[in-house]
């Protein structure tokens, strides 16, 4: 993937045209140099997983070495001390003397099922940071396919103004031609100019058009704006398998990433709401170190420290029951978006499937008008040439002709779309484009 971007990199720089699919927009988008929404979820997942980490280390052993080495002196009746010994005199104030202490100091946690939630509310959260980076990279591959129908809609858009352009031209050509035989008039040669100058104008619009939807399109991929692509990809029809209501609701809840990642939300306030409510319980924790102290290196002496603790929570002002009500509050506003994300899902695939079923019959019926326009275009020009007919009859049918071939267009561009939609719908917007 890496090396399909230098290549295309490399390409822009010098100028050069780049052939363009959707599968291959598809996966510039989703790569890790592509999309930027497609990187921001990357590195969330990298938090993600250092947050798991942290909450990992609370259950490790904690380790740690100091060295001391320090010369003072003290004020013992500062501290309390005052030494009365009869007929002799006690100072008060003692020093300069020198103390060091070379220590290891070590500290493990035995008992502590609050910590233990949270590690474990920590990995649901990395689980569910990776199905974010699946539903981002859907998501954008959703996007970039519409975009590139867009563009190639754009394509056919223009294709279909010079071609528009170029009838009108013929039938401007007719019209002279009729009129210097002496079987034609003025007002026809006008009516041809007036169609032609509206074609020319129609076909300015489309190539803007196209411009502005091949620099959304290299956006959305994530190149250079100055890139000059050429779409390998034109609309067309392409039957999609036949797939029931129940049929495409049942793949959606199994295989949307969105899904997937708010159930993981769910069962991460889940356990962080269980780990709140283990903090009531009593904590155990080891603790020991050693290290060798005196006065200097040559009369240390070694000594160590080894203990247990025991805490046990009692009363700290409400704070643990406002976050155990918190944590609850969370948990059950989760659930919440749970239930709404699979209602929305079942939407959402409705909606996709009435809507490709209606651009199909679309497609049908522009393909026959674009038939009949063009039948009905070829007549009235041979009956303008056998002098049965005027031009008005021609310029008609040339009209015609223009909106059948833009019903098509917008027939076949709604279908792709449709057909997008309905991927993005079922969880397999990357599947269907491959």
Same mark, same amino acid.
């Given at each position: 993937?890496?090396?399909?971007?230098?290549?295309?990199?490399?390409?822009?720089?010098?100028?050069?045209?780049?052939?363009?699919?959707?599968?291959?927009?598809?996966?510039?988008?989703?790569?890790?140099?592509?999309?930027?929404?497609?990187?921001?979820?990357?590195?969330?997942?990298?938090?993600?997983?250092?947050?798991?980490?942290?909450?990992?280390?609370?259950?490790?052993?904690?380790?740690?070495?100091?060295?001391?080495?320090?010369?003072?002196?003290?004020?013992?009746?500062?501290?309390?001390?005052?030494?009365?010994?009869?007929?002799?005199?006690?100072?008060?104030?003692?020093?300069?003397?020198?103390?060091?202490?070379?220590?290891?100091?070590?500290?493990?946690?035995?008992?502590?099922?609050?910590?233990?939630?949270?590690?474990?509310?920590?990995?649901?959260?990395?689980?569910?940071?990776?199905?974010?980076?699946?539903?981002?990279?859907?998501?954008?591959? /959703?996007?970039?396919?519409?975009?590139?129908?867009?563009?190639?809609? /754009?394509?056919?858009?223009?294709?279909?103004?010079?071609?528009?352009?170029?009838?009108?031209?013929?039938?401007?050509?007719?019209?002279?031609?009729?009129?210097?035989?002496?079987?034609?008039?003025?007002?026809?040669?006008?009516?041809?100019?007036?169609?032609?100058?509206?074609?020319?104008?129609?076909?300015?619009?489309?190539?803007?058009?196209?411009?502005?939807?091949?620099?959304?399109?290299?956006?959305?991929?994530?190149?250079?704006?100055?890139?000059?692509?050429?779409?390998?990809?034109?609309?067309?029809?392409?039957?999609?398998?036949?797939?029931?209501?129940?049929? /495409?609701?049942?793949?959606?809840?199994?295989?949307?990433?969105?899904?997937?990642?708010?159930?993981?939300?769910?069962?991460?306030?889940?356990?962080?709401?269980?780990?709140?409510?283990?903090?009531?319980?009593?904590?155990?924790?080891?603790?020991?170190?050693?290290?060798?102290?005196?006065?200097?290196?040559?009369?240390?002496?070694?000594?160590?420290?080894?203990?247990?603790?025991?805490?046990?929570?009692?009363?700290?002002?409400?704070?643990?029951?406002?976050?155990?009500?918190?944590?609850?509050?969370?948990?059950?506003?989760?659930?919440?978006?749970?239930?709404?994300?699979?209602?929305?899902?079942?939407?959402?695939?409705?909606?996709?499937?009435?809507?490709?079923?209606? /651009?199909?019959?679309?497609?049908?019926?522009?393909?026959?008008?674009?038939?009949?326009?063009?039948?009905?275009?070829?007549?009235?020009?041979?009956?303008?040439?056998?002098?049965?007919?005027?031009?008005?009859?021609?310029?008609?049918?040339?009209?015609?002709?223009?909106?059948?071939?833009?019903?098509?267009?917008?027939?076949?561009?709604?279908?792709?779309?449709?057909?997008?939609?309905?991927?993005?719908?079922?969880?397999?917007?990357?599947?269907?484009?491959?």
């Amino acid at each position: 993937m890496r090396l399909v971007w230098l290549l295309l990199w490399t390409a822009s720089l010098v100028a050069a045209p780049v052939p363009l699919s959707l599968k291959r927009a598809v996966q510039l988008a989703v790569s890790p140099e592509g999309n930027t929404r497609v990187r921001l979820t990357e590195e969330a997942l990298k938090q993600a997983e250092s947050r798991s980490a942290q909450a990992r280390g609370a259950l490790l052993p904690d380790l740690s070495a100091g060295f001391t080495d320090q010369n003072l002196t003290r004020n013992l009746a500062a501290q309390g001390i005052q030494i009365t010994i009869p007929g002799a005199h006690f100072p008060s104030f003692v020093g300069p003397f020198t103390t060091m202490d070379a220590r290891v100091s070590a500290s493990q946690s035995v008992f502590d099922f609050s910590s233990i939630r949270r590690f474990q509310a920590s990995k649901v959260g990395v689980s569910a940071a990776k199905a974010d980076v699946n539903g981002s990279a859907e998501q954008v591959a /959703a996007q970039v396919a519409r975009t590139y129908l867009a563009a190639v809609r /754009a394509d056919a858009d223009v294709e279909a103004a010079k071609a528009n352009a170029t009838l009108s031209e013929a039938v401007l050509k007719q019209a002279e031609n009729q009129k210097a035989a002496g079987t034609g008039t003025g007002i026809e040669i006008t009516r041809a100019r007036v169609q032609l100058a509206n074609d020319r104008q129609r076909l300015l619009v489309a190539e803007n058009a196209r411009r502005a939807a091949g620099l959304q399109l290299l956006r959305a991929v994530g190149l250079r704006l100055d890139t000059e692509l050429v779409l390998t990809d034109k609309l067309q029809y392409i039957p999609v398998d036949a797939v029931t209501m129940e049929q /495409a609701k049942a793949q959606a809840l199994n295989t949307r990433p969105d899904l997937e990642a708010q159930q993981q939300r769910e069962s991460t306030a889940r356990l962080s709401a269980s780990a709140t409510k283990l903090e009531r319980l009593p904590t155990v924790a080891a603790f020991g170190d050693y290290g060798s102290s005196g006065a200097g290196f040559d009369n240390s002496l070694p000594t160590r420290t080894i203990g247990i603790s025991v805490r046990v929570p009692l009363f700290d002002g409400g704070r643990r029951d406002a976050r155990r009500a918190e944590s609850a509050s969370q948990y059950r506003a989760e659930k919440v978006k749970t239930n709404d994300l699979k209602e929305q899902i079942e939407l959402d695939v409705r909606l996709a499937l009435d809507a490709l079923r209606s /651009a199909e019959e679309q497609v049908k019926v522009s393909r026959e008008g674009l038939e009949l326009a063009e039948n009905e275009l070829a007549q009235a020009r041979r009956r303008n040439e056998a002098g049965v007919a005027i031009g008005v009859e021609v310029t008609d049918a040339q009209s015609r002709l223009e909106r059948a071939r833009d019903n098509q267009t917008t027939a076949l561009y709604n279908y792709n779309v449709g057909r997008i939609d309905l991927a993005q719908a079922m969880g397999a917007v990357r599947k269907s484009v491959e």
